[in-house]
């Protein structure tokens, strides 16, 4: 059964960075897209960024230019370095990887932003 762990969270002052990191277990294969999106309170999950195999990555426009994404090169781990960080910032962040064999999740993590 695949699952992945999202860890790096928590609470920061503005201007501030933290690096997310998500690990998955139960998959023997490599994923084709790892990446992250977020949920704020009232708001819909959006794109933050995510990167497949060959080192492509594409970035929604909330932390365009304030965030790097990064893949392991040979197993499934991905990281989103935030930098900059505003109080708008501040939701759940949530891993995705995505394959043929389906689209999975993991449980979020809470990233707070203070003003």
């Known amino acids: 059964q695949v699952q992945l762990v999202e860890s790096g969270g928590g609470l920061v002052e503005t201007g501030g960075s933290l690096r997310l990191s998500c690990d998955a277990s139960g998959a023997n294969f490599m994923f084709d897209a790892m990446g992250w999106y977020r949920q704020a309170p009232g708001k819909e999950r959006e794109l933050v960024a995510i990167i497949i195999p060959n080192g492509t990555t594409r970035y929604g426009d909330s932390m365009k230019g304030r965030s790097n994404i990064s893949r392991h090169r040979s197993k499934n781990q991905v990281n989103l370095q935030m930098d900059s960080l505003k109080p708008e910032d501040t939701a759940v962040y949530y891993c995705?990887?995505?394959?043929?064999?389906?689209?999975?999740w993991g449980q979020g993590t809470q990233v707070t932003v203070s003003s």
């Open positions: 995705n990887a995505r394959s043929r064999r389906g689209d999975f």
